[in-house]
């Protein structure tokens, strides 16, 4: 499509608009239907990190336990040019209710490698066991002993996906109200 002789591109691809074609037609029908108990919830989790266990992590990719500021997480450490003292703080994805830094390892892992970063995967609160601001409340807490533990707030960044990319944003919103120094 041209407009005063500039040209301008669909935002989705026709690959794109078949997916969103089957997903109206197939896929939100059936979500439509489905009740959210507590069975189910639990039920997606077991799934989601089941399913994700299939993909490869590197074997030159350092992963250990963390608990920051009492939240659980874990560090990933993707080569030998990650610099120490930079970190990526980072929320997983999973409309609140599913998902893990376990079921996010092959975005985490990546994340380390391309900044050359430390990267702190949290293991937020989620439902049906915790309610907001439970995971707001994590976020913070994190950051929070991040800085206690000596990093710098301009070497450290906050990266979500879906549900993480939120609380990335309410996290910053959040240490802004709270007079934090904000992150990078």
């Known amino acids: 499509m041209a407009v005063n002789n500039k040209k301008y591109y669909p935002a989705l691809s026709w690959q794109g608009k078949m997916i969103n074609r089957a997903i109206k037609g197939a896929v939100k029908p059936v979500i439509s239907r489905i009740r959210f108990t507590r069975r189910f919830m639990k039920f997606s989790q077991l799934g989601f990190d089941t399913v994700t266990l299939a993909l490869p992590v590197p074997s030159s990719v350092h992963i250990a336990r963390a608990h920051m500021g009492g939240v659980p ?16 703080l980072y929320f997983h994805g999973g409309a609140y209710f ?30 049906p066991d915790w309610a907001y601001p439970a995971p707001l409340e994590d976020a913070v807490r994190a950051y929070k002993a991040l800085l206690d533990t000596g990093y710098r707030p301009e070497h450290i960044v906050l990266a979500g996906d879906s549900a993480g990319g939120n609380l990335s944003l309410v996290t910053l919103l959040r240490l802004r109200e709270l007079n934090l120094p904000l992150p990078a």
């Not at 997480?73 to 990526?88: F, H, K, Q, Y």
């Not at 599913?98 to 990267?119: D, N």
């Open 98 to 127: 599913f998902g893990s830094p376990r079921s996010h390892r092959a975005v985490t892992w990546r994340l380390s490698r391309e900044c050359r970063a430390k990267v702190l995967a949290l293991d937020y609160r989620q439902p």
């Open 73 to 88: 997480g874990e560090w990933l450490i993707a080569g030998r040019n990650v610099r120490s003292n930079r970190v990526v």
